[in-house]
């Protein structure tokens, strides 16, 4: 089965440094068949007999040891191409549709719900708009008004630890990768 793994706490802010290739050679000798990565923010496509929470474990336990970060900061996220063809066609209306004028992102959901995350986002009236999804948080925020954005202080709450964050254009990218 073909999946798409999010994972979270790497190549950001010059931490947990993982270069593609690298990871590719090291999915490849872990078994997986058919593994791509697209931009480099982990993301990666793969094929595997095994589950999706079996993948999650696997990587989890791996990673940290093969590329020495720091295990705190990695988690994964293995979605199923219905899964993430269904946070696409979930979207809410026009969401994603209006790149020139807003920055939308997807917040995945790690063992959380949307339902206990959204009201800590606190956003801006006029400048930010969430909505609840299964399994994801929809956030677009005002390109213009971008640094009035309250959503960036979700980074200090201790359930961002629980999420990783692409944007609209990576998601239904991965979304079209998954489809090949």
Request: hydrophobic share 40%.
């Given at each position: 089965?073909?999946?798409?793994?999010?994972l979270?706490?790497?190549?950001?802010?010059?931490?947990n440094i993982?270069?593609?290739?690298?990871?590719?050679?090291?999915l490849?000798?872990?078994?997986?068949?058919?593994?791509?990565?697209?931009?480099?923010?982990g993301?990666?496509?793969?094929?595997?007999?095994?589950?999706?929470?079996?993948?999650?474990?696997?990587?989890?336990?791996?990673?940290?040891?093969?590329?020495?970060?720091?295990g705190?900061l990695?988690?994964?996220l293995?979605?199923?191409?219905?899964?993430?063809?269904a946070i696409?066609?979930?979207k809410?209306?026009?969401?994603?549709?209006?790149?020139?004028?807003y920055?939308?992102?997807?917040?995945f959901l790690?063992g959380?719900?949307?339902?206990?995350?959204?009201?800590?986002?606190n956003?801006?009236?006029g400048?930010?708009?969430?909505?609840?999804?299964?399994?994801?948080?929809?956030?677009?925020?005002?390109?213009s008004?971008?640094?009035?954005s309250?959503?960036?202080?979700i980074m200090?709450?201790?359930?961002?630890?629980?999420m990783?964050?692409?944007?609209?254009n990576?998601?239904?990218k991965?979304?079209?990768?998954?489809n090949?």
């Amino acid at each position: 089965m073909r999946y798409v793994a999010l994972l979270r706490g790497i190549n950001v802010g010059g931490k947990n440094i993982v270069p593609m290739a690298g990871l590719r050679t090291s999915l490849e000798e872990m078994g997986f068949s058919n593994v791509s990565t697209y931009i480099a923010s982990g993301n990666v496509i793969l094929e595997s007999d095994k589950s999706a929470d079996e993948i999650k474990v696997q990587l989890e336990k791996a990673l940290p040891k093969r590329f020495e970060l720091d295990g705190d900061l990695i988690k994964v996220l293995v979605l199923t191409r219905t899964q993430l063809q269904a946070i696409v066609d979930n979207k809410p209306e026009g969401f994603g549709e209006q790149p020139e004028k807003y920055h939308s992102d997807a917040l995945f959901l790690m063992g959380i719900d949307s339902a206990s995350v959204i009201p800590l986002l606190n956003p801006r009236e006029g400048v930010d708009m969430v909505w609840p999804g299964d399994g994801v948080i929809y956030s677009q925020r005002l390109s213009s008004q971008r640094t009035k954005s309250r959503l960036n202080a979700i980074m200090a709450l201790p359930a961002y630890k629980s999420m990783t964050i692409r944007n609209w254009n990576t998601t239904t990218k991965l979304l079209e990768l998954l489809n090949r």
